[in-house]
Every structure is written in structure tokens, then in C-alpha cells.
């Protein structure tokens, strides 16, 4: 069973910068960010499969220590539209290179860590 912990969120004025971190526990394979606005459906930020949102492009870094088994998300430049929950998730797969960002292709999800950018 993997368990998925995400911290890192607060409150940031636009401009600024934050970076999330995912702890996960258990065998993890292609993982992923994604994030979730009021009203909005769940988006893919960006993957181990290679793939950014295009609204983050150029912004926002993903990285991970495979050996203390944590992902990050750098989140730099942030905008008003960045705020949402985010949401660390992991497959029971790895993905080739380009797989698009998916939800339902991830089967282990975190609680969340809101973000939230003011201007």
C-alpha cells in the first residue's frame, strides 16, 4: 500500500515562489502532481512521465529524491490562477515518456496542500 503525504502549501503573494514536497511510502512508480480550483475539475500539473501543464511550462520544476522516496514541485513566478489544492498522486505502473496527465491513470492519492496566491 503506498501513502502519500504532501506539505509545502501557504499563502504567497503573486510573483513569489513555494516549493511542495510529496513523501511517499511503499513501492511508487510514475507519480505526478496535480491541483484542483473551487469549482474547477482536477489538472494535471506535471509527471515523471516527462509532462508539464502548458500553463506552468517554464514556471514550475518537478523533482525527485528517489532515495528518501520524495517528489517536489518548485513552484516559482506564481500567479492567481496557480491557487488550488495540489495533490500529490502515484501509479501502480511507469508510464512512457509523454503520457499525457491523466487522473484516472493514477490509483494513490495525498490529502492535498492548498496554495494560495494573492495578488
Known amino acids: 500500500q503506498v501513502q502519500l503525504v504532501e506539505s509545502g502549501g501557504g499563502s504567497v503573494q503573486a510573483g513569489g515562489s513555494l516549493r511542495l514536497s510529496c513523501a511517499a511510502s511503499?513501492?511508487?512508480?510514475?507519480m505526478a502532481w496535480f491541483r484542483q480550483a473551487p469549482g474547477k475539475e482536477r489538472e494535471g500539473v506535471a509527471s515523471?512521465?516527462?509532462g508539464y501543464a502548458d500553463s506552468v511550462k517554464g514556471r514550475f520544476t518537478m523533482s525527485k529524491d528517489n532515495a528518501k522516496n520524495i517528489l517536489y514541485l518548485q513552484m516559482n513566478s506564481l500567479r492567481t490562477e496557480d491557487t488550488a489544492m495540489y495533490y500529490c498522486?502515484?501509479?501502480?505502473?511507469?508510464?512512457?515518456?509523454?503520457?499525457?496527465?491523466?487522473?484516472?491513470?493514477?490509483?494513490?492519492w495525498g490529502q492535498g496542500t492548498q496554495v494560495t496566491v494573492s495578488s
Open positions: 515523471t512521465a516527462g
Open positions: 498522486a502515484s501509479a501502480d505502473r511507469y508510464f512512457a515518456l509523454g503520457q499525457p496527465l491523466s487522473a484516472h491513470l493514477y490509483k494513490y
Open positions: 511503499g513501492g511508487t512508480y510514475s
